[in-house]
């Protein structure tokens, strides 16, 4: 597969499984607190590269690619660089329809637990201010409303490329490795 139908396909399942986010939050009336981003600031978030290849994609196509591996070399910090915390909003990222799988997953889908039951995977401020709600939800998930499994997008992923998906990395060096490729894969056809 070329690197645009990969690209493709990643953005396919992004847009299926903001789809099913979309239905699960109306469904289960839970949302993000407005300006948190808590969850973002995490300095251990980790990525594949192909979840970033759109974004990397995208930074080409608009010029900013050099400008944002520069940024990224020169950086030991930790925090995702798409994060933006004067962003308004819910969403706290610069290019929030080019963030990772981890970052669409996390608060509004499930983990399939050793007696392959599915849990909701969380933060503490949703559990702890939307209690009722959240009960709610967690018993219909458990009675069998659907909520979106965070391996089978995964999976999902690992299917359109292995090796990009195969290991993980800090969520920067994913980042920077995307952009790497994408101008790679340019380099040798301009």
Known sequence: ???????????????KLDGEIKAFQ????????????KC???????????EFLPFAHYLYKAGKA???L????????????????????AGLCSEYQYRGLICRLFGYSARTN???????ITCQIIKT????????I????????????????????HAIDFELTRDFYPINKAIQISIESVLHYYAYRN
């Open 1 to 15: 597969m070329m690197l645009l139908e990969k690209i493709r396909a990643v953005e396919e399942v992004f847009m």
């Open 26 to 37: 109306e469904s289960s009336t839970l949302q993000c607190k407005m300006g948190c981003g």
């Open 114 to 120: 050793k007696y392959g039951e599915k849990e909701l």
């Open 138 to 157: 967690e018993s219909k998930i458990a009675m069998g409303e659907h909520v979106p499994v965070m391996n089978q997008f995964y999976m999902q992923l």
């Open 70 to 89: 520069d940024r990224l070399n020169a950086s030991d910090s930790s925090i995702c660089h798409i994060l933006n915390p004067s962003q308004p909003g």
């Open 40 to 50: 973002c600031f995490k300095p251990d978030i980790e990525a594949t590269i192909l």
């Open 66 to 68: 050099n400008e944002w």
């Open 129 to 136: 201010e939307q209690v009722e709600a959240y009960q709610n």
